[in-house]
């Protein structure tokens, strides 16, 4: 005589979940879909940024961090050395003789690594647009993912660029299959 089961339709619901898993790990690597998903989650909520606090933008970065915005709720730690940051935050006026340093600090970062141009001088050269010794944006020198206007910007400001890089990163695909 057959065994029964006295629950129904237990067999037939597991047949349909392994199917689904099988076709799930043979088309996308379900594995390695849910470790993505992970690591985003982790990067988005630890994001630590090299402070490049040029001119007057950088008074204003130092405003977030303190008791009334307070970056820290979000993850945001500074850290003083490139090799231990993945966002690099310009603020202020670049000139051309701190480009090239600007340059060396930014490939020093490990990857993946972004950058906040921040203030209308980091952003295309700002009030000093037309001098002789000012980068014009330093898009030009490194590539930027998120500008923050201002002249210059607000602490709410720099909060919402970092709330927009978190998007950024999350709508990112960073592991290629």
């Known amino acids: 005589m057959e065994k029964r089961s006295t629950r129904v339709g237990v067999n037939d619901s597991k047949k349909i979940v392994d199917e689904t898993l099988n076709t799930e790990l043979s088309s996308k690597g379900f ?9 985003t989650w982790a990067r988005t909520g630890s994001l630590w940024p090299m402070t490049f606090g040029l001119a007057c933008c950088g008074v204003e970065m130092i405003h977030s ?7 820290d709720r979000y993850g945001v730690i500074p850290r003083g050395s490139p090799r231990q940051s993945d966002v690099m935050i310009v603020a202020g006026t670049l000139t051309n003789k701190m480009a090239p340093a600007l340059r060396k600090v930014y490939d020093q970062m490990p990857e993946p690594r972004w950058v906040i141009s921040m203030g209308s001088c980091a952003n295309g050269g700002g009030y000093y647009h037309y001098s002789y010794s000012v980068v014009r944006g330093c898009d030009r020198i490194v590539p930027v993912d998120v500008y923050v206007p201002g002249c210059p910007p607000t602490a709410e400001a720099l909060v919402y660029g970092i709330l927009q890089l978190q998007k950024k990163i999350r709508r990112e695909d960073k592991f290629k299959r």
């Open 65 to 71: 961090y303190m008791a009334r915005y307070d970056l």
């Open 31 to 39: 594995l390695v879909a849910s470790y993505d998903k992970i690591l």
